[in-house]
């Protein structure tokens, strides 16, 4: 009985000494912790020179930069669909239109609150500038204008670039520029809105003035 109770323990020690929890807890640094195993006692170990981490490897240097070798290049790096605009067109009034404006005529909010007013797109300047340049100014910023390279992803810069070549051609556009079948549709609209304008000799509403009385009416 003694025999069998004394193999019991010593079974259940030696199963005991070998359940240890590094699975659970692994041994580990803290970050920047001080090493005793390296020579340089950094944990922190320098990447291997050429290493890329995932989903970084930018081969297409025009895609990344927007440069040929020292030039700006003058064509997108991808084909540029109507679902590219669209999204151009979202991430341009979230990042671009408080100073350049919804129309890129660089009266935005913050403009009208007296931050630097921005060059217009419109100016022929901008409009035969290669899209490389609109690519590095986003990119590595401008005069008073940041970088917006942590907050606009590479592909997108070049939405927001197809859509600030949409809104040029649009504001130098005719009704003669819109595909014949879609002319009525837009005439129609135009006629719309123009009729529901105050003339253009009487002075806007203001909600905090009474109504006024007209010629011959009492007070």
């Known amino acids: 009985m003694k025999s069998s109770s004394a193999l019991f323990i010593t079974g259940l020690t030696l199963a005991a000494s070998g359940c240890r929890q590094d699975m659970h807890n692994q041994p580990k640094y803290k970050p920047l912790a001080e090493s005793q195993f390296f020579a340089d006692h950094r944990s922190a170990r320098p990447q291997i020179a050429g290493t890329v981490a995932r989903g970084h490897l930018r081969i297409d240097a025009a ?42 005529d660089g009266n ?3 403009v009208r609150r007296g931050f630097r007013q921005p060059p ?23 005069g008073s ?9 590479p592909d997108d810069r070049w939405r927001v670039i197809a859509y600030v070549r949409a809104l040029q ?15 009525d ?3 129609a ?16 509403a203001n909600p905090a003035m009474p109504p006024q009385p007209g010629p011959g009416e009492r007070r």
């Open 120 to 142: 217009s797109y419109h100016i022929q300047r901008l409009k035969d500038a290669p899209v490389g340049h609109f690519f590095d100014v986003i990119t590595n910023g401008y």
């Open 169 to 183: 051609v649009s504001q130098g556009s005719t009704l003669n520029d819109v595909p014949a079948d879609q002319r």
């Open 108 to 110: 935005g909010q913050v």
């Open 185 to 187: 549709h837009i005439e």
């Open 63 to 104: 895609r990344y930069t927007g440069k040929m070798g020292d030039a700006d290049i003058t064509a997108f790096p991808f084909p540029i669909t109507r679902a590219d605009i669209e999204r151009g067109q979202q991430r341009f009034n979230i990042y671009c239109s408080p100073c350049h404006g919804r129309v890129g």
């Open 145 to 153: 204008m940041p970088s917006y390279a942590s907050r606009v992803p």
């Open 189 to 204: 609209q135009t006629i719309s809105a123009n009729g529901a304008q105050q003339p253009t000799n009487a002075p806007p």
